[in-house]
């Protein structure tokens, strides 16, 4: 029973390139959460979703950032024109489906660190 | 807006002490705290939740909801501790909750032989 793949585990980009991270979540998990860890925090929770739909990106930022998590595939976290600032580690999780209130558990990936030259 | 604090980076026990990492938080609703850990070279993953009052691997946390503190405590540390150590607190709209954890910034904890 794989846990959540997330891929790429290292990207680098060249500041105005675009960035994106895949990630697939535990078989049968349907909600699909992003993180974000910049350097010396802790994570930071950025967009929930479901099959097809966000459900809340209230930690994203407004612009260059969107996210995916389609019908088929991975979940797709979409970064546009990084900048150095985006330069962090990126974090996938997904939970089970709610069942009469979630558990709060998470399942985590690995992670996919970005570094913007 | 809910903020999760862990005053200490950085915590160094020698193995069979007693240990505790603090953790506090603000929220003005009711709270669901969470430690999660992460060991070296692995994933981070849930060590114990406040609402199963559970001891897990020797640890427990006490929601103090007057002190609104969730520290994690364990009375003889060993040294397969030594790790990543989150307080997170969950986001309950509507009073379903879900995934959405507010972490605290972490700290090290180091268990010397």
């Known amino acids: 029973n794989a846990g959540v793949m997330q891929n790429p585990r290292h990207l680098v980009r060249r500041r105005g390139q675009e960035a994106r991270l895949r990630c697939s979540p535990v078989k049968g998990h349907s909600h699909v959460y992003w993180y974000r860890q910049l350097p010396e925090e802790g994570l930071k929770f950025m967009v929930y979703l479901q099959k097809e739909n966000i459900i809340d990106e209230s930690g994203m930022p407004k612009e260059r950032f969107s996210a995916e998590f389609p019908k088929e595939g991975p979940s797709i976290l979409r970064i546009q024109q990084v900048v150095r600032g985006d330069s962090a580690a990126y974090f996938c999780?997904?939970?089970?489906?709610?069942?009469?209130?979630?558990?709060?558990?998470?399942?985590f990936g690995e992670g996919s660190r970005l570094t913007v030259l | 807006a809910q903020r999760v604090t862990q005053p200490e980076k950085l915590l160094s026990v020698f193995k069979g002490a007693p240990v505790e990492l603090k953790c506090n938080y603000s929220y003005s609703g009711s709270p669901e705290l969470f430690w999660y850990v992460q060991y070296s070279r692995q994933r981070l993953q849930l060590l114990l939740r406040?609402?199963s009052r559970e001891s897990i691997k020797g640890f427990t946390a006490d929601l103090n909801k007057g002190e609104t503190s969730f520290h994690l405590k364990k009375p003889f540390a060993q040294e397969e501790d030594s790790a990543m150590y989150y307080c997170?607190?969950?986001?309950?709209?509507?009073?379903?909750?879900?995934?959405?954890?507010?972490f605290g910034q972490g700290t090290i904890l180091t268990v010397h032989p």
């Open positions: 997170a607190l969950s986001d309950s709209p509507g009073g379903t909750s879900y995934g959405k954890l507010t």
């Open positions: 406040h609402i």
């Open positions: 999780a997904s939970s089970p489906r709610l069942a009469g209130g979630n558990t709060g558990e998470l399942f």
